[in-house]
């Protein structure tokens, strides 16, 4: 299944990378991709873990990007 979220305001190239690879170690993703250019954040997820998926990627963005606001698609 895969999943993709919008970083509003997502300015730094460097904690992209950095989310990518911290999302990329949640229990439940296969892999993910970070693209600072268009803010958008893909993920490939086990199907059993997407409820609990979005709040985790929330807090690690929030973690690296206090001030981007993540968006569902």
Do not use: N, Y
Request: aromatic residues 4%; contains cysteine; proline residues 1%.
């Amino acid at each position: 299944m895969v999943k993709t979220f919008i970083l509003e305001d997502l300015d730094c190239a460097h904690c992209a990378a950095k989310i990518e690879e911290e999302v990329g170690k949640l229990e439940g993703v296969l892999k993910s991709t970070c693209t600072f250019l268009t803010q958008k954040l893909t993920l490939e997820i086990d199907e059993s873990k997407a409820g609990s998926i979005t709040k985790d990627v929330k807090k690690v963005v929030k973690k690296f990007e206090p001030d981007v606001t993540v968006v569902e698609q």
